[in-house]
């Protein structure tokens, strides 16, 4: 039985990580700055009657908030085995609508989240010789992704960070994946742009998303290739096939991976 905390665990792909990790006998926090949904999930959860779920408040731009909480489960519970910080928010437009609002709150949540969930992670599993940090990234750190490009920028960095971590790491015991998905049929396509100024992309993006790939993963799946991925230890769990392709592609042929990128501009700015 591990001990572990997934951010942004009220919905999308951090609720089907949670109940993934319950679901096989785990002891889960599912952690989310919407207190009320991250309960919820909590509760049901426990209803599988397998492992735990208990929820907490978080938002992950607080460094001292994430630091107090993983602390206070490692006290809790002796350990903390399993960090998934899967935190982040969904920004689109093309470069000239955005404000700088808009790269503020993605490097805040996106980056600055993750950054924080590590500062509070490793020492702990450093200190008790041994754990596993998740980080959720995505397709977009690894291609040239446009019409979001905070977003883009702030997954590439995740992915550094991430890969640099793990070389860091490995000869002290602890263990560091990054998550790398292509769409997901998640709320996360519902809400581009929370809270921040609209741009002519602002808002639920599903349809346009589902019209370019209309076989959308499900969270539920790919929480299944986290899994896996987390068990065998892989540096990068990139899903589902056809991502692994189009990364593939892309590290054949950077300039064939700007010019695949062109045409969404092209169909965007017609």
């Given at each position: 039985?591990?001990?572990a905390?997934?951010?942004?665990?009220?919905?999308?792909?951090?609720?089907?990580?949670?109940?993934?990790l319950?679901?096989r006998?785990?002891?889960?926090?599912?952690a989310?700055?919407d207190?009320?949904?991250?309960a919820?999930?909590?509760?049901?959860?426990?209803?599988?009657?397998?492992?735990?779920?208990?929820?907490?408040?978080?938002?992950?731009?607080?460094?001292?908030?994430v630091?107090?909480?993983?602390q206070?489960?490692?006290?809790?519970?002796?350990?903390?085995?399993?960090?998934?910080?899967n935190?982040?928010?969904?920004?689109?437009?093309?470069?000239?609508?955005?404000t700088?609002?808009?790269w503020?709150?993605?490097?805040?949540?996106?980056?600055r989240?993750?950054?924080?969930g590590?500062?509070?992670?490793?020492?702990?599993?450093?200190?008790?010789g041994?754990?596993?940090i998740?980080?959720?990234?995505?397709l977009?750190?690894?291609?040239?992704m446009?019409?979001g490009?905070?977003y883009?920028?702030?997954?590439h960095?995740?992915?550094?960070?991430?890969?640099?971590?793990?070389?860091?790491?490995?000869?002290?015991?602890?263990r560091?994946?990054?998550?790398?998905?292509?769409f997901?049929?998640?709320?996360?396509?519902?809400?581009?742009?929370?809270g921040?100024?609209?741009t002519?992309?602002?808002?639920?993006?599903?349809?346009?998303?589902?019209?370019a790939?209309?076989?959308?993963?499900?969270?539920?799946?790919?929480?299944?290739?986290i899994?896996?991925?987390?068990?065998?230890n892989r540096a990068?769990?990139?899903?589902?096939?056809?991502?692994?392709?189009?990364?593939?592609g892309?590290?054949?042929?950077?300039?064939?991976?700007?010019?695949?990128?062109?045409?969404?501009v092209?169909?965007?700015?017609?």
């Open positions: 039985m591990s001990i905390i997934v951010t942004g665990g009220a919905s999308g792909i951090g609720r089907a990580i949670a109940t993934a319950v679901a006998g785990d002891t889960v926090v599912v989310d700055i207190a009320g949904r991250a919820a999930v909590a509760d049901r959860l426990n209803t599988l009657r397998r492992g735990k779920a208990a929820s907490a408040p978080l938002d992950v731009t607080d460094a001292d908030a630091t107090a909480l993983y206070g489960v490692r006290s809790e519970h002796g350990r903390l085995d399993l960090v998934f910080n935190a982040g928010i969904a920004v689109a437009g093309l470069a000239e609508d955005l700088l609002d808009h503020n709150r993605t490097i805040d949540v996106n980056l989240g993750v950054v924080h590590v500062h509070a992670a490793y020492p702990i599993m450093l200190d008790q041994g754990g596993h998740v980080n959720t990234a995505s977009a750190g690894l291609l040239p446009p019409l490009i905070p883009t920028a702030t997954k960095a995740v992915v550094g960070l991430s890969l640099g971590l793990r070389a860091e790491a490995a000869g002290r015991g602890v560091v994946s990054v998550v790398c998905p292509s997901v049929d998640t709320p996360l396509l519902a809400n581009m742009n929370p921040l100024p609209a002519p992309m602002s808002g639920d993006a599903t349809d346009g998303i589902r019209r790939s209309p076989r959308l993963y499900t969270a539920e799946k790919l929480a299944r290739d899994m896996r991925g987390v068990d065998r990068l769990i990139v899903a589902p096939a056809h991502g692994r392709a189009a990364w593939l892309a590290r054949l042929s950077p300039s064939g991976a700007v010019r695949v990128a062109r045409l969404a092209g169909r965007v700015r017609r």
